[in-house]
């Protein structure tokens, strides 16, 4: 089963392939996602604490679910 399916709308992105850099470091090649940056989306305007929380409540989830499973996020 692929991580994406075991997580699916959990904010995983598809991984394409495992590889290794000219000094041994592995390479992650993931979907393109063509949806902007997060600081371009705020456009440099300070988010309500309320959607702060909200993320960074979303992007715990999902590392947890990661690490649950013993896969690890080093980005």
Do not use: N, W
């Amino acid at each position: 089963m692929c991580i994406r399916d075991r997580f699916s709308g959990q904010g995983i992105v598809e991984l394409y392939d495992v590889m290794s850099d000219s000094r041994d470091r592995p390479v992650l090649v993931m979907r393109y996602m063509d949806r902007g940056t997060l600081e371009g989306k705020i456009g440099g305007v300070q988010l309500p604490i309320a959607e702060i929380f909200r993320i960074a409540h979303s992007l715990a989830k999902t590392l947890d679910a990661l690490h649950a499973v013993s896969y690890t996020h080093l980005d």
